[in-house]
């Protein structure tokens, strides 16, 4: 398979918006704002054994970072949620991102894990899609694809990502970290799988980033893959063997 051009439609690179200047406690406050109330909800859910307060959060959390854009007169569409110039290179590019991710993390990330005696993702909260064929279809559907691709993408790559490159200056080294910010932001945000699943989803989430500032600033591509991720993550668990305790 030859590779796309370098301003190659999978990126739908033009024309790429930057959101306002934002000082450095102007931006840890709205990402504060978003993210926040996010940990509080799941936290609660946790508690009390109401799992479907995540995608609530999520929900919550999107509504507020859409509120605090259209202070600033912007649109989620200049922070990449916008069609793609080749749906095609997308999804051939969503489909190669996937791969390399499942391998970072079977080769590369578990082994170290495991090494480090951090212990293994903790996905008891999922099981919930044993219990039913409804809930299996409800967490592969408007769970999967709607609360994680859509909702964690737009809250993460896209507004988080952003603000944190805005607050340190926009230059290349402020990219660097903002995608190294982000994904920490997103791998504590999971700090329910425990440690070793805060490590392998922050290491996912820094890839995911680099893959967006690499896709032109466009968001299909990690939304898609995130959305694959988790669809053969929840069908997993449904048809395979129990993972025990």
Do not use: C
């Not at 190659?8 to 931006?27: F, K, L």
């Not at 200049?78 to 051939?92: E, K, N, V």
């Not at 409804?134 to 988080?160: C, K």
């Not at 910010?181 to 997103?186: A, D, S, T």
């Amino acid at each position: 398979m030859q590779a796309p051009p370098q301003n190659s439609p999978q990126t739908g690179t033009a024309p790429q918006h930057e959101i306002p200047p934002a000082g450095g406690w102007e931006a840890a406050g709205e990402i504060a704002l978003v993210i926040l109330p996010y940990l509080a909800t799941v936290a609660l859910g946790r508690f009390f054994g109401l799992i479907y307060l995540g995608p609530v959060a999520v929900l919550a959390g999107v509504a507020i970072a859409t509120f605090l854009l259209h202070r600033k007169g912007r649109r989620w569409h200049d922070l990449g949620f916008r069609r793609p110039r080749s749906w095609r290179w997308t999804f051939l590019g969503a489909a190669g991102l996937y791969l390399a991710l499942m391998a970072t993390v079977a080769l590369l990330v578990m082994p170290l894990v495991d090494a480090l005696e951090l212990g293994r993702p903790d996905v008891g909260r999922l099981l919930i899609v044993r219990q039913s064929l409804l809930a299996y279809l409800i967490f592969l559907g408007p769970i999967s694809w709607g609360t994680a691709a859509f909702g964690e993408e737009l809250i993460a790559r896209g507004f988080i990502l952003n603000r944190l490159a805005e607050a340190l200056g926009a230059t290349r080294m402020a990219r660097i970290l903002s995608v190294l910010g982000q994904g920490l932001i997103f791998g504590v945000a999971h700090w329910y799988q425990g440690f070793g699943g805060v490590i392998v989803v922050t290491i996912v989430a820094v890839l995911l980033g680099f893959a967006y500032l690499k896709a032109g600033r466009n968001l299909w591509v990690t939304i898609i893959t995130h959305g694959i991720v988790d669809s053969v993550a929840v069908t997993a668990l449904y048809f395979g063997p129990d993972p025990g305790p």
